[in-house]
């Protein structure tokens, strides 16, 4: 069977997506690649000007493109409701959400504005109430979808409830495994309780392998000299393209025959980089009572409940 690819993505046209962090790397290509096969694409980013640079860059390539960049910070819980309220106002609906935005930090334990752990924050917390907050114009999309972007490092994390925000023996690693791991209960969670309400929306996953990003550079090379040596080695270490490590998310997002609650990540040893295929999460990224602790601690420290 040959390998998918961005020729089998549907006309998008008349679909609106959300894609967060789609100022780069992994998002960037997510953009440009909904827009070039016609689909309005909102570019959720922190910080607009990058977002505006983004957007020009997109429309150098794909003329055509319908993109708006609107501001999103997912270390805010004040911001992501007011974009939340945004959209509600400007768009009628929503058909594909990708929660893609995700950071990496080294050096000290920081906190959010919120005062959650960066990582579990920005990566987890963030995309949980945005998705609810979203979810009224999500069940008014055609064929509504969710992706969660995942990560391999969240076969070796576990999620701690007793110390969510990881206040005892933070190291890097183990925070952002840990945000990637409560990533992908979060997507096999939601998936369960739309298939229990019969919702229209479905929820899949994806994680792109090793691929080059600004994600571990950036974190290397607030380190001065040093750092953007490990950065440089860092990116050359990446065993795969931005394109390539984007196309799992791709497929996740508009495939027509995808079905809620796949995952989809790189084909090759230890799913590192390769062609697009349905991969496995881990046993506690699966299990029924992690995905309802896990849910229940973000309704309770978001202050949003849905499903
Ligand atoms: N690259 C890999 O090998 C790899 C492997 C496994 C998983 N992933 C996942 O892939 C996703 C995309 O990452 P990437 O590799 O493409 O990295 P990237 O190039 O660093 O992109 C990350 C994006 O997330 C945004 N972001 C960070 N903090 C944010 C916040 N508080 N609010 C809103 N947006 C925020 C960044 O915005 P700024 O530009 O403003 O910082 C950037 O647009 C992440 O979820 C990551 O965990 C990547």
């Not at 109430?129 to 008014?140: K, N, S, Y």
């Not at 046993?283 to 995905?291: K, M, N, Q, S, T």
């Amino acid at each position: 069977m040959p390998a998918w690819s961005t020729s089998e993505i549907p006309d998008q046209m008349g679909r609106t997506a959300i894609v967060t962090g789609a100022n780069s790397g992994l998002g960037l290509v997510t953009a440009t690649e909904l827009s070039r096969h016609g689909a309005h694409v909102i570019m959720a980013v922190r910080n607009t000007e990058a977002g505006e640079d983004a957007a020009r860059t997109i429309r150098s390539t794909v003329p055509r493109a319908d993109v708006t960049v609107r501001a999103l910070d997912l270390a805010s819980l004040d911001s992501v409701r007011r974009f939340a309220e945004r959209a509600t106002d400007e768009l009628g609906r929503v058909d594909l959400l990708v929660n893609n935005a995700g950071v990496v930090i080294l050096g000290r334990r920081r906190t959010t504005a919120d005062g959650f752990e960066l990582h579990m924050g920005t990566n987890h917390l963030g995309h949980f109430a945005l998705t609810g907050l979203l979810f009224p114009l999500l069940e008014r999309g055609r064929e509504p979808r969710v992706v969660s972007l995942s990560s391999i490092t969240h076969k070796r994390a576990h999620l701690v409830f007793e110390d969510l925000m990881f206040e005892r023996r933070w190291n890097v690693p183990a925070a952002y495994g840990r945000s990637k791991l409560a990533n992908t209960a979060f997507g096999i969670e939601l998936d369960r309780r739309l298939r229990a309400t019969g919702s229209p929306v479905i929820s899949v996953l994806a994680h792109p392998g090793v691929s080059r990003s600004n994600l571990t550079p950036r974190a290397w090379s607030e380190w001065g000299r040093l750092g953007r040596i490990a950065a440089g080695l860092s990116l050359a270490l990446s065993t795969q393209s931005t394109e390539q490590g984007t196309l799992p998310q791709l497929r996740a997002a508009t495939a027509p025959d995808v079905q809620g609650g796949q995952f989809f990540g790189p084909s090759g040893r230890n799913e590192r980089r390769g062609d697009p295929i349905e991969v496995e999460a881990s046993a506690e990224a699966r299990d029924p009572l992690v995905g309802q602790r896990l849910w229940a601690a973000s309704e309770t420290l978001t202050g949003v409940s849905y499903l």
